[in-house]
């Protein structure tokens, strides 16, 4: 009686029992993959915005402070986006004909808001407070990166909720002095590992409760 | 998610194969279409547009909320508010600590406003004879027909209005008066008493007069319900809440009523009584106190209930207070008024007030329209065509008048009727000033503009006065700096708008003459049943009848839902083989009523009670077609009870609304659910049961342990904290036959144990929210770790790992979590609740659940992480009564505490101690951290039984 299958077909039925054992594991390891990367956070990407906003120009070169225009950062729970007419506190005087500057003028001279494209989005159950965490030393750039040297904004982190609780179970290696929190050039100090300790302290941090669920969902 | 249609609803006997098979196939696609992509209007995926301001409002910070002191009507008379505002977005109504008839706190129906402001359903624009019109047009034809009538002072046209006591209205109203002698107004309020003549008889002059609850040591009612729902409610809980706290063994309620009221349940010895028992008991208790009156013969019950309350009177006669209700004769409320003024307890008079015109009643208005002197008819804030007693048949008089205008926030009825109807702002949206019952003003302040364009009622008297046309706010102001005068205007002004209520404005009392005795014959008994009338507390006298928050709010003994019934004892329905839920037909002279019935505790044989407000027609898509119309039989002459109808049964279908609950009785054992005292006794302390089990203490170091104390002796069962509940997290409304399925999804109910029986009820209101148990029995059995303890110690469900198994609703003691069968608050909202406009009730601080999630109360989460949060940015800790829950901040009687059990200092902390606490199920050892007060019950010597 003739063969019915090649010596070959042993190696491949090892190698599908193989597959059928290991293919679950990478399956599982780039599921986990795919909801870490860029793909999915959307960190590093960019957004087409109506104007071209430089964080870089305003930031990195004029020194603006983030609070000029994110005012709510100490207040409230959104940071919140400029109104028309604090951009145009400066733009009614420099660069009054720039054509990058025309959504801007338009929006004041029509009432009609500049439709922005959100670069940070949480999801709706996540209720995040910018206040708190300006108020016990948590930087702008820990979660926003560099800004000063973006020339378009992007996402500088994952935002993920693991990302969120690394900070949440032990903070200290990420706190800053109140004096530091708006310094977007701040690197932490070679004794950030006391320091962060000893702001702990100072700040009256206490994670035990920073782990529980009702912190941020609600 | 994709939208899932509804199955019908499965029996198996009427299963066939074919539709099992359809089903196994719907059931196998909706499977396969469960998995769908996230929805892409979610921020997280789709769009990520972010509009910020053009120009920023001043004193506005996104995300921060705003509070504006206002103030709501109910009935014509304003209850003090503060709103809450997100972004310019009214969320949440809060009662004003600084306004008399709110005292910080709210009654259910100010606590729904935000959703009527949302209603879809309500009038968005002008409409000439059902038809959409514009405002020019209307103005002129308006203008061309007053000017007809200005040749003529008037006459032949009436002004119908509810009842006003808004100080810039009432002016209006004058000038319009001056400027038209022969215009005749007329005030119609569905709900008011009748205080006004009783008094003139008594007093020989009109006088108002108001009893002050809180120095009553003894408070006989009959059949008054100061509890019930109204202006007054609010204040008057508040009041006898008070009294009791302050000495308990001396405070003592009597309560004589043909059917249970509020007031009844709150009573330390009640009675049933018919109408005609109760003014015999009035009559005999005159006789008692001197009147030369003949003294009725009672029933041994009767006689021996009076002679308490007799004894109690004359024990501090200057500290003792009688109130007859609106259903007794003239005579009895008279002789009420006499008992009082020969006790000389704390009752208050005032002057009527004189700066408005005389007003007619909607009889004289019915009789003008009758004879054809009525050619033009405004109807404004009212609608007489649904309201109306029965035996005026209003609906159909009104077309007699040739020129009908209607203005209000409801294509209502009577705008059906009308020629002409404008659309009225809501009163979160006006400008205008309102006087409180007692006589504090306050000024009206708009928390959003109009929705829709709309014209208050200021807007339509000022045309017809010939008063320059300007806007409300112009109006108003203008109309203050007449009274206070140019200097120091602003401030004043200012003030008056941040406090919520304008100083100096409540009127003094004055001195009343010597009260007469009235006359008094026994009336005659007239044979057949006795209906008597009563507010509807979801929907009073129906002008809440489209919010579908306050439909969904179970009625406080019946627990029924979505609609109103003809209530009857027992006995009479054992009587004439009447069961629950047969349709009767109730025939009072020619006035034909037909409806449900549903058996009552505590209602006298004889009497039948319907509440007002339901069978509307044209109420919206909320409230159409629910319940029937008690106003069809009420009669102008005497609005509170109708005398001498038949009954009969019509059919055994009577389509019944549906109840979430019943009035659980509580015998032998179970009456540690909800234990009664005696003033000043305690509760057996618990017996410790061998166990290896020790108990875990509350896990020290953390600086919180919140927990919550509920007073079931100040609980007035006004459901104020059900609906506040609702509003401040979101909690959706789901439709009468999801309820029929038992799937109400209130965090908070309460519920209602009798420690009598039927005839005699001894209710004991007991609102339950989630105990935030230590050791849940929700927590182990969650296979995802959905239902899991923080460390302040709450209970928390985190909705996005719950996967609906409903396990920990099985397995929780207290029945206090709620299931979303479908997306009752995420895309299959009952009725119009889905539409875009009424998302913007919903409290931005709180998530609104999906489709298939378990929730329940969190203990106002938010508002705990919103004290921390602003404390730790103080480095501080939270200060006791720093976090308010939505229910305790409603509260009229402040039955709900809250607070943090790891600071021994706290309410919560020494309520714990009190002799009257109790835990409920105690024995299951879940440790809850809501935990009650007994109820106490100062039923006197010889008051034990009744």
Not at chain 1, 125 to 141: E, Q
Not at chain 2, 218 to 241: C, E, K, M, Y
Not at chain 2, 362 to 391: C, Y
Not at chain 2, 904 to 920: C, G, I
């Amino acid at each position: 009686m003739a063969q019915l299958f090649h010596p070959y077909a042993d190696t491949a039925l090892r190698v599908a029992l193989l597959g059928i054992v290991v293919s679950p594991a990478f399956l599982v390891a780039g599921g986990y993959a795919l909801t870490r990367s860029p793909y999915v956070t959307g960190q590093t990407l960019v957004s087409p915005q109506p104007v071209p906003f430089s964080h870089e120009h305003h930031v990195g070169f004029d020194g603006l402070d983030c609070r000029y225009c994110h005012f709510g950062a100490e207040n409230s729970r959104w940071a919140g986006l400029p109104p028309t007419e604090v951009c145009m506190t400066c733009h009614s005087q420099l660069f009054p004909h720039a054509e990058v500057l025309e959504p801007v003028r338009e929006s004041l001279t029509k009432d009609r808001p500049i439709a922005w494209t959100r670069v940070h989005a949480l999801p709706d159950y996540v209720y995040f407070d910018h206040s708190i965490h300006v108020a016990k030393g948590v930087g702008c750039t820990t979660c926003h990166g560099e800004v000063e040297r973006m020339p378009l904004t992007r996402q500088a982190t994952p935002m993920t909720m693991g990302w969120c609780l690394d900070c949440h179970r032990n903070p200290a290696p990420y706190l800053r002095a109140p004096d530091q929190v708006f310094v977007t050039a701040w690197a932490p100090p070679p004794d950030q590992k006391q320091e962060g300790l000893k702001l702990m302290r100072h700040y009256e941090i206490d994670t035990t409760h920073l782990m529980d669920c009702s912190v941020c969902h609600r | 998610m994709p939208p899932v249609i509804r199955p019908p609803s499965i029996r198996a006997d009427q299963l066939s194969r074919r539709h099992a098979l359809q089903l196994l196939a719907g059931g196998a696609a909706s499977l396969a279409t469960g998995c769908s992509e996230p929805d892409k209007n979610s921020v997280a995926q789709g769009d990520r547009t972010e509009l910020p301001y053009v120009h920023m409002p001043e004193g506005l910070l996104p995300g921060v909320p705003q509070h504006y002191a206002t103030a709501l009507p109910l009935a014509g008379y304003g209850r003090g508010v503060i709103v809450t505002a997100f972004e310019g977005r009214p969320t949440k109504v809060e009662g004003n600590p600084r306004h008399p008839a709110s005292l910080g706190a709210t009654d259910v129906f100010a606590q729904a406003e935000v959703l009527s402001l949302y209603d879809p359903d309500r009038s968005q624009a002008i409409r000439a004879a059902g038809e959409i019109s514009d405002w020019p047009a209307f103005a002129s034809a308006f203008r061309a027909r007053l000017q007809e009538h200005g040749v003529d002072k008037g006459g032949g046209l009436r002004v119908l209005t509810g009842r006003i006591a808004s100080p810039t209205l009432l002016e209006q109203m004058a000038k319009l008066q001056k400027a038209l002698p022969d215009l005749r107004w007329h005030v119609y309020e569905p709900t008011q008493g009748a205080e006004g003549e009783a008094a003139r008889a008594v007093y020989g002059v009109a006088l108002r007069l108001r009893p002050r609850l809180s120095d009553a040591d003894t408070l006989i009612v009959f059949d008054a319900d100061p509890l019930g729902p109204g202006p007054d409610q609010v204040a008057n809980g508040r009041a006898l809440a008070d009294r009791r706290r302050r000495d308990r063994a001396s405070a003592r309620l009597y309560a004589a009523e043909s059917a249970l009221t509020l007031t009844g349940a709150f009573a330390d010895r009640r009675i049933t009584a018919h109408p005609d028992a109760i003014e015999a008991m009035i009559a005999a208790l005159a006789a008692e106190l001197g009147a030369s009156i003949a003294r009725p013969q009672l029933s041994s019950g009767a006689g021996e209930f009076l002679a308490a309350a007799a004894r109690d009177l004359k024990a501090r006669p200057d500290r003792a207070l009688v109130l007859v209700g609106p259903s007794l004769s003239p005579t009895s409320r008279a002789l009420g008024l006499w008992i009082n003024d020969r006790l000389d307890g704390p009752v208050d008079a005032f002057a009527p007030d004189d700066r408005a015109p005389q007003a007619g009643t909607i009889a004289a208005l019915a009789d003008a329209l009758r004879g054809g002197d009525v050619r033009t008819l405004v109807v404004l804030d009212s609608n007489p065509a649904a309201t109306a007693p029965g035996d005026l048949g209003f609906a159909d008089l009104m077309a007699r008048a040739s020129f009908r205008v209607h203005a209000g926030l409801y294509f209502d009825e009577t705008a059906a009727a009308s020629t002409w109807h404008a659309p009225t702002p809501h009163p979160l949206e006006s400008w205008s000033d309102i006087a409180s019952p007692d006589g504090a003003v306050s000024l009206v302040q708009p928390l959003i503009r109009p929705l829709w364009p709309s014209w208050s009622a200021h807007a339509i008297l000022a045309p017809m006065a010939g008063e320059p046309d300007q806007s409300d706010y112009e109006r108003l102001r203008a109309a203050w700096r007449g009274r206070w005068g140019t200097d120091g205007f602003e401030a004043r002004w200012r003030k008056a708008l941040v406090d919520g209520v304008v100083e100096d404005r409540a009127p003094e009392p004055v001195s009343r003459p010597r009260a007469t005795l009235p006359n008094w014959t026994v009336p005659a008994p007239a044979p057949g049943f006795a209906v008597v009338f009563a507010p509807d507390p979801s929907v009073f006298d129906g002008r809440f009848a489209n919010n579908a928050w306050l439909q969904e709010c179970p009625q406080p003994f019946s627990k029924a839902v979505w609609g109103n019934a003809i209530e009857m004892a027992a006995s009479d329905a054992g009587r004439l083989d009447i069961r629950e839920g047969d349709e009767v037909e109730i025939v009072a002279e020619e006035r034909r009523l037909s409806g449900p019935v549903r058996l009552a505790n505590g209602l006298a044989p004889g009497v039948l009670r319907i509440t007002l407000g339901y069978g509307r027609t044209r109420a919206g898509r909320i409230g159409n077609g629910l319940g029937i119309n008690a106003a069809i039989l009420r009669a102008s002459a005497s609005p509170w009870i109708t005398r001498g109808a038949a009954l009969r049964r019509v059919s055994g279908d009577g389509r019944l609304s549906p109840a979430v609950a019943g009035l659980y009785a509580l015998p032998g054992e179970a009456r540690k659910l909800a234990p009664e005292l005696a003033p000043g006794a305690a509760l057996p302390p618990p017996a410790p049961k061998p166990s290896f089990n020790t108990p875990t203490p509350t896990p020290p170091g953390d600086p919180y342990a919140w927990a919550m104390s509920i007073d079931t002796d100040a609980c007035i069962g006004c459901n104020a904290c059900v609906v506040a509940c609702q509003s401040e997290n979101n909690v959706p409304s789901v439709g009468p036959d999801q309820i029929r399925m038992g799937r109400d999804m209130h965090w908070l109910r309460i519920d209602v144990y009798d420690h009598g029986d039927g005839q005699a009820p001894r209710p004991v209101f007991q609102p339950v929210p989630c105990m935030h148990c230590e050791t849940a029995p929700c927590e182990p059995v969650c296979p995802v770790e959905a239902s899991v303890h923080d460390h302040e110690g709450l209970n928390v469900q985190v909705y996005n790992r719950c996967v609906g198994t409903r396990f920990c609703e099985s397995n929780c003691p207290y029945k206090v979590r709620r299931f979303n069968f479908f997306g009752y608050a995420d895309g299959q909202e009952y009725g119009d609740l889905g539409d875009p406009l009424v998302k913007a009730v919903n409290n931005p601080n709180v998530s609104v659940r999906a489709r298939g999630v378990m929730e329940k109360c969190t203990y106002c989460v938010q508002r705990i992480s919103a004290a921390r949060r602003l404390a730790e940015r103080e480095t501080r800790l939270i200060a006791e009564g720093e976090v308010v829950t939505a229910c305790q901040g409603a509260c009229p009687t402040q039955a709900i505490r809250f607070g943090n059990l790891a600071d021994p200092k706290s309410t919560v902390s020494v309520l714990r101690h009190d002799p009257r606490h109790y835990t409920l199920l105690e024995e299951l050892h879940t440790r809850p951290r809501t935990t009650y007060l007994a109820r106490v019950r100062n039923a006197g010597p010889g008051g034990s039984k009744a």
